[in-house]
């Protein structure tokens, strides 16, 4: 819903959950009011699209969109395929000269005769005056900055934070695998986007290569395997089935042509110019939209530099990616989480089904219950599936080209008011879209009784045009090198590298001859062999079972599972448990080692059967010492967090919940007090319908007594006298004014007790946006220990640990 606030001569006021998006604009006289159009976030959950030319202020209106989601603290995924959307990174909240130097057009400034200095403080002066006129100034930008943190990824590319897709092809959470149409929705467009990236366009019912992929990727991921790249080459040339349908695979694929289509995928892995996609941060949507820390971000995915079919097969993997993050969260009717694209043409067409289109439209049908919006913006209306697009709620049209593309924005209009079953007026709405101007828009809300039309603000980001990759690279240094720095510290320290390169040195080709009595494992390989490296195994303690943490007063009662690992260098720790590490999964264990490995040499005490015992009971008591069930609890809210929470996860749920409940207070208190407006409101009206009154019977009265004076004044010259009484109609007119004057001062106290009462609701929401602010909500960290009873040693085993050898010497574990 958008609510519009009183003119006033202050800064703009910040609302949790209203967008500033600009003021109204009145488009007979093509004046700019100060009434300013604030959006309700939570509209977003039915999403909504951005429509207008070139130079229509949509750049503009779409970045103040995400400039008000960050300061609301909603996180965002922009997809950005023109590069425009780096300017959200230019926010300089001194308005210092030297902070725009480097991004003002330096062929600008040579057309206007003057140096780039120059044309660098005007363009502070003008950023500085501005955002004033709008209400806004350097504070503003400050808390935008603070608010959330912003990072440009460029997929295939190391100008920004660069995006690895090798493992985009792990098996969907449980959410999506016990949903039949999601699941195979995710399969059909997963296999077309990997046939899009080799450039071939394949049908999903009649393609074999299509039928293919589907099937390998249904069958791993219904048994839950996870595959990335060279695990799906090794699968497509050997499938782990025998059968596509009633037919056999060699008559349906035979091995040689899928021996092709893997080396297909292989030349294009083995590309140079395809290893940048292979490394970076992973392509996770937790990780875009949140830090490690739980703070809200604005990723702003970069991928102007790829070619069409590599933007088309990001694209696909990215929504696929977003829906089963999506299904894996729980409902709200708040908004969580945006997705936001740029330039949607191409991936979502009228009647062509590219591999983004389907994903694209169950994101537009179904992420409302999850308080998922999607914006999507676009030059190009002819181009847009509009069908598609009636599930969109808000339109935000700017000036359109041709008379083309005002009429398939007319379909999508009607096709989202019938879908919303609102009113729609085309004769009034076309007559409006051929009336707008530069940054003047057409807001059409499906949650409002009409159309607003509004002039953009400001934004606060620099819009400097499209980024170049250098510029990126630029903006990017200093958060690249905290990922670098991050990235060292997790790295084995110098002693690490030094006793694993003596461990390696000295690895024996056999493996080493111990009792039967000793259980022995092998850690399953999960790095891919180096070009020209050796397998090595290295010794290693694990134990598994279980530990019991109980605390009734903060109704914890948790079995929990563990597994324990103690790597060996040259001998055991002393204590023999000092440094290991406990997690809360089993570890993925085989029977029998690589038969290419070598060993490192086994300390003589672990090969001895009766140390076990000692180890486990040390174990034992190494665990009841130093592990400790850990949850959060925030009292305001009376939540705590879930097993295997972690703080940053559970800051994440307790924001989306007070949101929520934010909202749940707001419409409790409008509720209180919509009667009370109500007869309030009823109490000025008759007031205001009585002074009407009065006032018409005193100028009636004082009329007559003018007339009455007048035929007095005649009387005197006349030498007759008037038989009307001056006094008795004076005294009439005097009485009626004091009986307006009366109803004056009722109407005033009651105006004065409704803008009391407006006064009030207002602190009372303005309290609730206080009180619920995420930051604002305090943690309380809980440990509690294991019950020395109830820690069970299921089994110790000896463990060996797969690492490779370099050519250069390095050693880097292989688990």
């Known amino acids: 819903m958008t609510s519009e606030k009183k003119p006033t001569n202050t800064l703009i006021t910040e609302k949790l959950g209203e967008f500033y998006l600009g003021r109204k604009h009145n488009l007979s006289t093509g004046e700019t009011s100060k009434t300013d159009v604030l959006y309700d976030s939570k509209d977003l959950t039915t999403h909504a699209v951005c429509v207008g030319m070139t130079g229509s202020g949509k750049t503009g209106l779409c970045l103040s969109l995400l400039e008000e989601a960050g300061l609301d603290g909603v996180p965002a995924i922009a997809i950005d395929p023109k590069g425009d959307l780096g300017n959200l990174l230019l926010t300089f909240p001194d308005f210092k000269p030297s902070d725009y130097e480097p991004w003002v057009d330096a062929s600008d400034a040579q057309r206007k005769d003057i140096t780039r200095e120059q044309l660098a403080e005007n363009t502070a ?55 039949g149409d999601a699941f195979r929705d995710r399969v059909q467009s997963a296999a077309s986007g990997i046939l899009a990236l080799l450039g071939i366009d394949a049908d999903p019912v009649k393609s074999r290569e299509h039928i293919l992929l589907s099937n390998v990727l249904s069958h791993a991921w219904q048994e839950g395997r996870d595959l990335d790249l060279p695990a799906l080459i090794q699968e497509i040339q050997q499938p782990p089935f025998k059968r596509v349908g009633v037919v056999d695979l060699e008559s349906f694929f035979p091995a040689d042509d899928r021996l092709d289509l893997g080396m297909q995928l292989n030349n294009l892995l083995a590309s140079p110019s395809f290893a940048s996609w292979l490394e970076g941060e992973p392509l996770d949507i937790q990780k875009l939209l949140y830090t490690d820390e739980g703070r809200p971000k604005l990723s702003i995915l970069s991928i102007a530099h790829l070619n069409d079919s590599e933007r088309m097969f990001f694209v696909t993997i990215l929504l696929n990616e977003m829906l089963s993050w999506m299904r894996s969260q729980p409902g709200t009717g708040s908004l969580r989480a945006l997705l936001y694209m740029d330039e949607v043409y191409g991936y979502f067409p009228p009647t062509a089904n590219p591999p983004s289109k389907k994903p694209m439209l169950t994101l537009l049908k179904q992420a409302r219950a999850f308080g998922v919006g999607c914006v999507l913006a676009t030059q190009n209306p002819v181009d847009l599936d509009y069908k598609g697009l009636s599930n969109a709620g808000t339109w935000l049209l700017g000036r359109l080209q041709t008379e083309r593309d005002k009429s398939r924005v007319m379909e999508g209009l009607e096709g989202a008011s019938a879908q919303a079953g609102a009113k729609f007026d085309r004769g009034k709405m076309e007559a409006t879209l051929a009336a707008l101007g530069s940054r003047v828009f057409l807001m059409n809300n499906v949650h409002d009784n009409a159309a607003v039309v509004f002039h953009t603000r400001w934004a606060m980001s620099y819009l400097s045009g499209p980024l170049t990759r250098n510029q990126i690279s630029k903006l990017m240094a200093d958060t690249k090198a905290k990922l670098a720095k991050l990235a060292a510290a997790a790295a084995p320290s110098e002693e690490e590298q030094r006793q694993a390169i003596k461990a390696a040195e000295r690895a024996k080709s056999s493996r080493p001859v111990i009792t039967a009595d000793i259980q022995q494992q092998f850690y399953e390989i999960a790095e891919r062999r180096p070009q020209g490296g050796a397998l090595i195994y290295r010794p290693g303690l694990l134990g598994l079972g279980q530990m019991h943490f109980v605390k009734s007063s903060v109704d914890v009662d948790q079995w929990r599972d563990y597994a324990t690992l103690q790597t060996v260098h040259d001998e055991l720790p002393r ?23 070598a060993f490192d040499d086994l300390p003589s005490e672990m090969s001895q059967e009766k140390n076990y015992k000692g180890w486990e009971r040390d174990l034992k008591d190494h665990l009841y010492q130093s592990e400790r069930y850990t949850i959060f609890e925030c009292e305001p809210l009376d939540v705590r967090s879930e097993s295997d929470e972690s ?33 309030q409101q009823a109490r000025v009206d008759k007031a205001r319908s009585y002074l009407e009154e009065q006032r018409s019977q005193s100028w009636a009265k004082m009329f007559q007594f003018v007339i009455v004076l007048i035929e007095w004044i005649a009387s005197l010259f006349g030498g007759s006298k008037s038989r009307r009484s001056i006094s008795s109609s004076g005294s009439q007119a005097s009485r ?30 303005e309290d609730l946006d206080i009180e619920y602010q995420p930051n604002r909500l305090p943690l309380e960290k809980i440990e509690i220990g294991p019950r020395k009873s109830d820690i069970a040693v299921d089994r110790l085993t000896l463990v060996w640990l797969p690492f490779w050898k370099h050519v250069d010497g390095r050693v880097t574990a292989a688990y």
Do not use: C
């Not at 943190?149 to 660069?162: C, D, R």
């Not at 000092?578 to 570890?587: E, K």
């Open 736 to 765: 009626e004014r004091s009986q307006a004057n009366r109803a004056e001062a009722k109407l005033m106290d009651a105006e004065d007790e409704l803008e009391e009462l407006e006064h009030d609701q207002q602190v009372a929401l």
């Open 575 to 597: 204590p023999p448990w000092d440094g290991s590490m406990v997690f809360y999964q089993r570890p993925r264990l085989e029977d029998e080692p690589q038969a290419d490995a």
């Open 125 to 179: 002066e003008l950023w500085k005056n501005g955002l004033a006129k709008w209400a806004q100034d350097g504070e503003r930008i400050r808390r935008y900055n603070s608010a959330v943190e912003k990072v440009i990824y460029t997929p295939g590319s190391s100008a920004g934070v660069p995006l690895t897709i090798l493992k985009s092809f792990n098996a969907p959470p449980q959410a999506v695998l016990d949903d």
């Open 647 to 679: 703080e940053a996860d559970f800051r994440i749920r307790i924001t989306q919940q007070a949101r929520d409940q934010r909202e749940e207070e707001k419409e409790k208190v409008r509720e209180k007090f919509s009667s009370k407006l109500k007869r």
